[in-house]
Each structure stands twice: as structure tokens, then as C-alpha cells.
């Protein structure tokens, strides 16, 4: 399916639509997302991955590769795990081919005094920080900070799980609705990182994790699939009438929690 923009370029794929590396998905001067997934040669505007293509509301395109690594972009939330401990900074798995750089000045919240502090004395590995991707040109790792953004820091409660990076989007949704309905019908706290990392925190039950754990599994597992919000929000239902977990009902016709 091929549809002109306003400046006369051609897209050359449906919205939603799976597009191989190599596969050309424009021409002409319309508006797309280019680094790493799609690129210009000459007149034509070609896919690099394997991938969904989305064609947004305002006529530009965007490939979303169906696998792949994370690659950092700064701004970009990520939960990370510490590695290794220097004494001026903490290195932090981050799931990418770089390593993120927590810097000791972050850690403590005041300049390092080099003299006096000891960095192993406030960090170890194995601690779990939710970070910000502060700078990142791939040339060198990636710079983190946890003082700039309210929520973000040290990771002290919860369960953590992985999913493919590339599969955060469909999490979050169009306009936060895949997050929003997890969130409601769970009534967990959720923090999605851009890394494929999920933090699960303040849940009710035990059993209310569990179903959101298995409802993020699905999405993972099967991304695309046609009107999966509407069956993802069934889903979690129909598993808390099945586990006993739905008092009744409310005035207005809403569900209720026990």
C-alpha cells in the first residue's frame, strides 16, 4: 500500500505492516525515523531490520525492528545492575553492547573527596540503580545520572524481569493504553525501562504479580497481534475470576478487587 504525504513522498508500506532489511518503505521527502533502523540512499528510503512498520497520524514513518539489542539514546530511562566498582565511578550492565557509567559524584549526591571516601563503601555489585541515559555519541559508554529526574536512583524493593528491548514499545502502547490498562486491572506499580528491564512493585497479592508478569509475557510473545490490548485487559480479567481475586461488582458496572 503506497500513500503520498504533503511534500509529495511516497510511503511505500501499510501501517503495521512486516518489512525486511532491504525492503524500500519510501521515496521522495517524507519525514521517518533513520538511525539505526532506516536509511536514505539516493531517492529512496530503505529498511535495515527485520521490523513493523508505523505509519503515525502525521504521515511519517518509523520502523520498529522485531529483535535486537538495546541500543542507548539519551534520555532514555534504563534499569541497570552493578558490574564493577572503581574509585571514581560504578559500571552498570545496562543489557547493550556498552557498559553505563554511574559516576561517584551521582552516587554520593556531593563531590567525591578522594582522600576520605571510599566508593565500595556506598555501592556493591549487584546493586540495581534506575538511571538516565545523560550522554551517549558511540564512541564512548554511556554517562548515567540518578539526581536529575524525580524516581530515579537506587532499587530497593520489587521484582525485576526481562523482555526483549524492542518490545517495550508494545508494552507501553499507543498513547500509554497497554501500560495503563496493566496498571488498573493489576493495581501494580510498574516502571518500564527503555533497556527491556520491568520493575514490579506494590502489588496486592502475590497473585496479582503473577498475572502481570504472564500478561507482559504474552505481549512479549506476541506483539502484534490484532487488538491485543482488548485481549490482554480479558486476559488479566478472566485470570482474577479464575483465581478468586474479583469481589464483585461495582454501581457503576466496574469490577471490583477483594
Known sequence: MSSR??????????HREIVGPGDVIGEGGISF????YAYRFRNKIISTVLGVA??????TLKITP??????????????????????????????????GILPAT???GRPLNPSKDVLTDYVSIGDVFLARVERFDLLRDPLLSIRKEKGLGRIVE????????????????????????LTKETGCDVVIANNGRILIRRCATQEHEEILIKALKII???????GLTNKIREYIVVEKVRR????????GGSQTDK
Open 220 to 226: 512479549e510473545m506476541q506483539p502484534y497481534v490484532k
Open 244 to 251: 478468586g481475586l474479583i469481589g464483585g461488582y461495582s454501581q
Open 158 to 181: 520489587g521484582s525485576l524481569i526481562e523482555i526483549i528491548p524492542t518490545r517495550v514499545p508494545r508494552v507501553i502502547g499507543r498513547r500509554s493504553s497497554m501500560l495503563e490498562i
Open 54 to 59: 508505523e505509519v503515525r497520524s502525521d504521515n
Open 66 to 99: 522485531l529483535e535486537g539489542v538495546y541500543i542507548p539514546s539519551e534520555g532514555d530511562i534504563v534499569i541497570g545492575v552493578v558490574e564493577e566498582v572503581n574509585p571514581t565511578y560504578a559500571y552498570l550492565d545496562i543489557r547493550a553492547p556498552y557498559k
Open 33 to 36: 525515523e533513520k538511525y539505526p
Open 5 to 14: 504525504n504533503k511534500s509529495q513522498g511516497i510511503i511505500r508500506v501499510s
Open 106 to 108: 551521582e552516587i554520593l
